[in-house]
C-alpha cells in the first residue's frame, strides 16, 4: 500500500527506474526533455508566418507569464528540491538551478497547448500531446517529481485561460 506522501517517490522511481536501461530509450528521454520544447516554438513561429501571428505570440505570452510569473511567484514562497538532491536517481542530465516545484518546462509547455485550442483543436491537441511527452521525460531523466510536472499543467492551464481573456 502507498501512503501520500510516498506517492511522489514511488512515482518518481516507476518512471526513472527505466532510465540506463537501453540507450535508445535514454537518448529519446534526453531529446525530449532538452530540444523537443524548442523544437515546438520554432514549429509554432514558421507555422503562424502563413496564418495569423496572433497564433503564435498568444501561446508565447501565455508560456512566459505561466513560467516567468506565476511559477517565480510559487518559487518565492516554496522552494522544492530536486530528486537528485534528495533521493538516489539516474540523472541523464544536468540538473536545473532552480526550484523543482512547478516544473518550468510543463507550466510553459502547456499553456501554449491550451491556448493553441483558442486557435486551432487539431495543433493544441498536437502540442498536448507532445508536452506530455517533454514533461513526462523531465521525470524519466531524474529532474523532476510527478507532482512538479502536475503543478506545472494546473499553471499552464490557468495562465492560458487568464491570458486568452485579458487579450
Known amino acids: 500500500m502507498i501512503n501520500n506522501m510516498n506517492v511522489d517517490l514511488y512515482f518518481l522511481n516507476l518512471i526513472n527506474g527505466f532510465a540506463k536501461r537501453y540507450l535508445w530509450l535514454d537518448y529519446l528521454g534526453i531529446f525530449f526533455a532538452e530540444y523537443l520544447g524548442y523544437?515546438?516554438?520554432?514549429?509554432?513561429?514558421?507555422?503562424?508566418?502563413?496564418?495569423?501571428?496572433?497564433?503564435?505570440?498568444?501561446?508565447?505570452?501565455?508560456?512566459?507569464?505561466?513560467?516567468?510569473?506565476?511559477?517565480?511567484?510559487?518559487?518565492?514562497?516554496?522552494?522544492?528540491?530536486?530528486?537528485?538532491d534528495v533521493t538516489n536517481v539516474n540523472l541523464l542530465i544536468k540538473k536545473p538551478k532552480y526550484p523543482s516545484f512547478p516544473s518550468g518546462h510543463t507550466s510553459f509547455l502547456f499553456a501554449m497547448s491550451f491556448s493553441l485550442f483558442f486557435f486551432n483543436i487539431t495543433l493544441g491537441i498536437v502540442f498536448f500531446v507532445l508536452s506530455f511527452f517533454v514533461s513526462f521525460s523531465r521525470i524519466f531523466v531524474g529532474v523532476h517529481w510527478p507532482a512538479d510536472?502536475?503543478?506545472?499543467?494546473?499553471?499552464?492551464?490557468?495562465?492560458?485561460?487568464?491570458?486568452?481573456?485579458i487579450i
Open 149 to 165: 510536472i502536475l503543478s506545472g499543467i494546473v499553471a499552464g492551464l490557468f495562465s492560458a485561460f487568464f491570458i486568452n481573456k
Open 39 to 84: 523544437i515546438l516554438i520554432a514549429f509554432l513561429f514558421f507555422y503562424s508566418l502563413g496564418e495569423n501571428i496572433g497564433i503564435f505570440l498568444i501561446p508565447i505570452l501565455a508560456g512566459l507569464f505561466s513560467r516567468f510569473a506565476l511559477n517565480e511567484l510559487v518559487y518565492l514562497f516554496y522552494k522544492r528540491k530536486r530528486p537528485p
